[in-house]
């Protein structure tokens, strides 16, 4: 079972539909899945799932970084976790990373700079985001664009961010986490 | 949350402003007249018959004509969104794309450059998915533009119901057409939709037809009882 974490203003949103429906659409056809709002997820309540995407949010949506004290269980959390735009800088901001000015929106070229099993080489991927992240010393940094750091993992955990946007032109790379949160299971 | 939705009386357009409304307020529509038959970013066969719709949905509506040369239009629509900003006091704007990163791009930037949100309800829907929405809630939906082979003048003015999209389904397997005609292949014209107050009745019409593509002009038309 797959966890998806809706990082949206508030829970049933306008925004669930841009931001969430697509994830459900790439998962569905290869795991079970759930769907919570960030504000329903607590401590314990990862301990079924075999790991967790958090959704991106709209260009203005910036309510999770107000409530970053919301997301206490990602440090403590052992399960496979994909943050995607919003999701990653929440991440970032848990694991006290610095937010950086960043507008990016629209198609844009990826640059890997370190291999990882999510992704490799050069390719483009869908931008829509007004910050970045520096990492913390916890991650190290997997590809970059020509204007900031586009995805990142934990040293020590199975916890990735990607700053673009996979479900709209690279959906390869969440499947792959979710096969990738599968074997560790198993 | 107030928000204007980009309104160009077609399916996808209708369908975004009727999820937008269960979710936010919508205060307006933005319809933008383009001059330009192969516009980019804007549909335009009977787009004057939004003026109809918005009166049906009991909503106001900003038109804004445009010449519809590439990245200009983009500017009018600009200030078409301004003027809805300034006049309803909207805080974010709707659309109804589907798969164009060229439009959600080109809409994104302007909504960010006018501090305003930007929701795009039906983004990676399956298209024909979409179709069988819009059939399942009541929507009454004709062919109003074919532009691709081998869709021809059969399909012109057809509504769209479930054997119609059997046959735009065949046609994607077989010609790579998208079947909601998100690709600009197909141009479609709302009559009727759940937050219609009145229906739209076609009294009078023309078709037109050049190689592969064709338009189902609607010439005069009127508000009718549901």
Known sequence: ?186 | MRVAVLFSGGKDSTLALLKASEKEEVVCLISIISKNRESYMFHTPNIWITELQAEALGLPLIQKSTEGVKEEELEDLKKAVEQAKEKFRIEGVVTGAVESVYQAERIQRICHELDLWCFNPLWKRDQEELLEEIIEKGFRVIISGVFAYPLDKFWLGKEINEELTGKLVRLQREYGISPSGEGGEIETTVLDAPLFRERIEVLDFAVEESGNSGVFLIKKARLAEK
């Open chain 1, 1 to 186: 079972m797959m966890s998806i974490i809706d990082m949206n203003y508030k829970k049933d949103s306008l925004g669930f539909y841009e931001f969430v429906l697509p994830i459900i659409t790439i998962i569905k056809n290869i795991q079970e899945y759930e769907v919570k709002h960030y504000s329903e997820v607590g401590q314990t309540d990862t301990g079924n799932c075999t790991g967790i995407v958090l959704s991106g949010t709209a260009l203005r949506d910036k309510e999770t970084l107000k409530h970053v004290e919301e997301f206490a269980w990602i440090k403590e959390c052992e399960k496979p976790i994909l943050g995607i735009c919003a999701g990653m800088q929440t991440i970032g901001l848990v694991f006290d990373s610095t937010l950086t000015e960043c507008l990016e929106i629209g198609m844009k070229q990826i640059t890997t700079i370190k291999e990882n099993p999510l992704f490799s080489s050069s390719f483009r991927a869908y931008e829509l985001h007004t910050c970045s992240i520096r990492p913390s010393t916890d991650f190290d940094t997997l590809a970059q664009s020509e204007k900031c750091i586009q995805a990142m993992r934990h040293k020590e955990k199975d916890i990735y961010g990607v700053l673009f946007h996979p479900e709209v032109r690279n959906e390869e790379i969440i499947k792959r986490f979710v096969l990738l949160s599968r074997s560790k299971q198993e």
